[in-house]
Structures are given as structure tokens and as C-alpha cells.
């Protein structure tokens, strides 16, 4: 298999009404070496510092190509002994009251991608972030959901507490092919994506591959459209698009970003 030409975007829009400040989803990427990876998180609101807990964890999973039960719980392990240092300084001149909800911990939902050389890839899932594999323009596979119904309120969450068991994160894997696209998107997104209101009727609609073309303005636009039809829930959009092209020169043996 000749290697591919990667190109990565990464799409992000704070809740209506939220500055960037208040983002409390995460992306992280990794492409220029084998294997390739690519993580998204959604930090619950409910806990303090859930942004910056969310950005550790898509961190960490990319830094180690975790993608696989054993080392997703290594990862996590030092993403939460990175977490107490940092809440530590954060809170230092903080009200007691921030040092208590801190305490309490932060909490996030996880999903990572890794892309092997030898056409495998490999994902790793805890909660409700979602992985869709496009090739020619359809459809392949949408994971761990298939379904709008599929989400819940409660989902699974990855704590910052190293005294809270990790939930058993599920795993996938399958091959992939030159010109296929993945798409990793928080629950928000990835629940509209999935839902039978992206119809022709809707000036939002589009196929999965167009992602693949977007710019950031694109993604606001229609994120912003998809809210006001009521199609879209309102909460952090975040959307890490990967596609896998034909290399321009036959002879590179590396991918590149």
C-alpha cells in the first residue's frame, strides 16, 4: 500500500450565548508518523475545570497512541497525577470554596483514532463521542452509536480522581483504504450527524465527505443554522476530520500534515 497524503482540520464552536473561555471540549492530532492518532473529548459542565481536564485526556491519549484498553488506562493514570499538580496551581488563590469543588474532580467523555501503516486502524471509546468512517462519499460506520437515540444524559465519564475506577472503555477495529475520511465529533455533533433531521429540507444538510472540505467558517455556519432549525443541541461542537489521500509522490514513505 503506497502512503497516503493526511490531511487533518479540527472544527470547534462554544455553546450559543459561551465564550471560548467556557469551551469545555477538546481535540488533539498526531500525523506525521505511523501510527497516526487523533483524539476528541467532552468535558462534563457539571465539574470544575472540565475544559482543561478534557484537553489533558485527548492529550495524553494521542502522546502515548493510546488506543488499546491497557495503555488507555496508563494514559489516564498520568493525565490524572498531570491533573492534581495543575488544579493545585489553579486554585492556589482561589476561594476555599473552588479548592472543594475541585476536589471533587473533573470528568470527561473520550475517543480515540489510531491509523496503522499496514491499512489498520483502531479505536478506543469511553462514553459518548463518536467515530464515523467515510468512504465514497457513504457511510461505512458510525461507532460506539449508530443511532440518535443511542445517547443518554448520563454517559459513561473518565474522572480526574485516581480513586475512581476507569469505566471499561470499548474498542473497534477495521482497515482502511487511500481517500477514505474519519470523522471524530463530541456528542452534540455527533448525535446530529446521526439524526433523521439532516434531510435535503434542511439548510444545514450535507454528506459526511463534504467535512472533508470544510474550513472553519464552514463548520460555525452550519453549526449556527443547525441550532436555530432545532436540529442541533446546543452544547461545545467539536468535529477532528482526517483524510486519507493518494500521495502526490509515489516514492514518500512518510505521511505528512
Known amino acids: 500500500m503506497s502512503s497516503p497524503s493526511v490531511d487533518h482540520r479540527v472544527f470547534a464552536v462554544s455553546r450559543a450565548g459561551h465564550g471560548a473561555a467556557e469551551y469545555e471540549d477538546a481535540a488533539a492530532v498526531a500525523v506525521k508518523d505511523w501510527p497516526l492518532c487523533a483524539a476528541v473529548a467532552d468535558g462534563a459542565t457539571e465539574s470544575v475545570f472540565a475544559g482543561a481536564w478534557a484537553e489533558r485526556l485527548a492529550r495524553g491519549l494521542v502522546e502515548r497512541r493510546a488506543t488499546t484498553a491497557d495503555l488507555l488506562h496508563e494514559a489516564v493514570a498520568e493525565a490524572q497525577s498531570a491533573w492534581r499538580a495543575t488544579v493545585r ?11 472543594a469543588k475541585a476536589a471533587e474532580g473533573a470528568f470527561a467523555a473520550l475517543l480515540g483514532l489510531s491509523l496503522h501503516a499496514d491499512g489498520r486502524w483502531r479505536a478506543v471509546s469511553v462514553g459518548d463521542c463518536c467515530l464515523f468512517h467515510v468512504r465514497d462519499g457513504a457511510l461505512v460506520q458510525g461507532w460506539p452509536f449508530d ?6 444524559n448520563r454517559p459513561a465519564l473518565i474522572s480526574s480522581r485516581s480513586d475512581q475506577d476507569l469505566p471499561s472503555p470499548e474498542s473497534i477495529s477495521g482497515t482502511w483504504r487511500l481517500r477514505d475520511t474519519f470523522l471524530l465529533a463530541t456528542d452534540a455533533v455527533a448525535a446530529w450527524l446521526l439524526g433523521d433531521e439532516m434531510s435535503e429540507t434542511s439548510e444545514a444538510s450535507f454528506g459526511l465527505s463534504d467535512a472533508a472540505d470544510w474550513n472553519q467558517e464552514d463548520f460555525r455556519r452550519i453549526v449556527e443554522t443547525a441550532r436555530e432549525e432545532g436540529t442541533l443541541r446546543n452544547d461545545d461542537a467539536t468535529l477532528l476530520v482526517i483524510r486519507l489521500n493518494e500521495a502526490p509522490d509515489t516514492d514518500q514513505h512518510a505521511p505528512r500534515s
Open 89 to 99: 496551581d489553579r486554585t492556589e488563590e482561589e476561594p476555599w470554596y473552588m479548592s
Open 147 to 152: 443511532s440518535p437515540d443511542s445517547f443518554s
